[in-house]
């Protein structure tokens, strides 16, 4: 992570002297701490001693937090800021808003005011809501003061990325159409339409929803060629890509993960959020194996760092540019670990929805944050029209009833441009006797016999280096001592009641022996693990006398 190098520079500079990391959720807090020793920056989960203040030894330089635990830490937050120059990095930074009923953003203007630098970070950086975000700057409009926008210090993009070379992948939208019926049942008749077809915002809705059914073939058929374009890329070189599905619902996720199995005949991993921590377990087994496919609703679509993820299928009915762009950010991260393989081009299979459509050739443009002051009733007809991308009632409160879906892939959208398949078709025809372009994406041969002039370069096979294996992090390495410190008390007991040692009773025991280690050498409750590591060498001592039959352990062992 690049604002890790930040931190990294700062602390080796010394224009700090902590590092705090605030994210959304619990998931990427653990890969945060994961992540940040790569870099040699120990970082901790945020904990509270018996003073309520933050409770932290020197074995780490910093912590990671979430966005709700802020809010329930302010005070103690705001002390540990004012006290260590301190660098905090927000991640997904536009999860807050500045309105003082977005508790979020109120709680981290309170608690992160003393911080010397703040680091911003957001793929997507702008609120649906309109809502300003903390600490980012706004500059107004000359021509519209009703205007404001958004000055980042640096900006990224996609297109920057593609340019720089090796950083991200191009991206190839698999657009699928069909026919697709359903039934109103206030009205009591049937629906037929296409994603050609010009309907009103509800029927708009039952369309994708029909469309993304799990139970139907139309999912089914787009499922299938996901697959077969997975084990295509797998063919070709990436060893170990892997695919993802966002569903509308855990119930849809779980049938997708049920067809996949009996497409592949591999279970692949569900992550959605009944599971509770589990599921971050989960795409973690997900990104450091080698499954194919991995089914979540929205658990993958935002900061997950997953590389090998080469295919993707959108089978939601969120229809946000916010969400669109975070999902479609999963699958284009290049990994270095293939930089043999002559393409590393990303395959996303989307509906025809004409919302999704737009999204989907926008993906490349750059997005400038307006802020804009709208009157009520504007602001109630955004929030409706929002409202239409998620589960939608008639207005006189009539349900309706998915009758059947079925369709096929019917475009290729890459590069702002739209390939019907015969075009792509009569493309690969065209080259398929030229050497080295055989592999390449049927949209990238028919790109270049619009444009004219493309060359190919021949396939090389890549290798599979797995990465070299780090040391767990300080936060692990602790978890790990203290339970071997237990282990070890316990052993030492049982071993004293053999040799007729005689020790307090029950849990005083162990209470006994722990004291014992304290005024022997001064111990601590903020035990750093170096500490840990001097009391289990003094256990092994403790526990290698007392095999030995000498009682005289007992004169340490009392106060």
């Not at 089914?295 to 760092?305: C, H």
């Not at 409202?387 to 079925?406: C, F, H, I, N, W």
Request: some cysteine; overall charge negative.
């Amino acid at each position: 992570m690049a604002s890790l190098s930040v931190a990294h520079s700062l602390l080796r500079s010394g224009t700090v002297q902590r590092v705090v990391v605030v994210c959304p959720s619990d998931h990427l807090r653990t890969q945060w701490l994961f992540e940040a020793p790569k870099v040699g920056i120990p970082l901790d989960k945020k904990t509270l001693g018996h003073s309520g203040a933050i409770a932290q030894t020197s074995d780490y330089v910093g912590l990671v937090t979430t966005y709700a635990e802020v809010l329930y830490n302010i005070e103690p937050l705001r002390v540990y800021t004012s006290r260590y120059k301190t660098l905090v990095i927000f991640d997904e930074i536009h999860h807050c808003g500045e309105h003082e009923t977005l508790q979020w953003g109120v709680a981290i203007n309170d608690a992160f005011g003393p911080a010397v630098r703040r680091l911003l970070l957001s793929g997507t950086p702008f609120r649906s809501d309109n809502n300003k975000i903390p600490f980012v700057k706004y500059k107004q409009d000359p021509a519209n003061p009703k205007v404001s926008r958004s000055e980042a210090d640096h900006s990224y993009g996609y297109g920057d990325a593609l340019r720089d070379g090796e950083v991200v992948r191009h991206i190839i939208f698999s657009g699928w159409d069909g026919e697709f019926a359903w039934s109103d049942s206030f009205w009591g008749e049937e629906r037929k339409a296409s994603f050609q077809s010009i309907l009103n915002r509800i029927d708009s809705s039952r369309r994708l929803k029909t469309a993304i059914d799990a139970d139907e073939s139309f999912m089914q058929n787009m499922l299938t060629s996901a697959v077969e374009k997975l084990e295509e890329v797998r063919r070709d070189g990436h060893k170990n890509a892997g695919g993802l599905v966002l569903a509308e619902s855990q119930d849809a996720a779980k049938k997708i993960a049920k067809y996949l199995e009996e497409l592949t005949g591999e279970k692949p991993i569900l992550a959605v959020s009944d599971m509770g921590d589990a599921a971050s377990e989960e795409i973690k087994k997900f990104r450091d194996g080698t499954q194919k496919w991995i089914v979540a609703v929205k658990m993958v679509s935002e900061g997950v760092d997953i590389k090998r993820l080469r295919v993707g299928v959108y089978a939601t009915n969120v229809k946000t540019d916010t969400f669109f762009r975070q999902v479609i950010g999963r699958v284009i991260r290049w990994d270095s670990q293939w930089n043999d393989l002559y393409d590393q081009t990303a395959y996303f299979y989307i509906p025809e929805d004409p919302t999704l459509l737009r999204l989907a050739k926008a993906i490349k443009e750059e997005l400038d944050h307006f802020i804009e002051e709208r009157e009520e009733a504007e602001r109630k007809d955004k929030s409706t029209e929002a409202g239409a991308t998620q589960p939608m009632q008639t207005a006189m409160g009539g349900e309706y009833e998915v009758l059947y879906s079925d369709g096929d892939e019917k475009h290729h959208h890459t590069s702002g441009e739209t390939f019907p398949m015969d075009e792509m078709e009569a493309a690969r025809r065209r080259f398929q006797n030229i050497p080295g372009f055989e592999k390449m994406p049927g949209a990238t041969l028919a790109l270049a016999l619009r444009e004219l002039g493309l060359t190919g370069q021949p396939q090389t096979t890549a290798v599979f280096t797995p990465d070299v294996i780090q040391p767990p992090p300080a936060f692990v390495q602790k978890k790990t001592l203290q339970q071997t410190v237990n282990k070890k008390v316990g052993t030492l007991v049982f071993l004293c009641k053999e040799k007729g040692i005689v020790l307090p009773a029950g849990s005083k025991a162990f209470q006994a022996i722990h004291s014992a280690w304290g005024r022997a050498r001064n111990y601590s409750s903020e035990s750093t693990n170096s500490d840990l590591d001097d009391k289990l060498n003094w256990l092994d001592d403790l526990i290698k006398r007392v095999i030995k039959g000498d009682k005289s352990v007992i004169s340490e062992l009392r106060p």
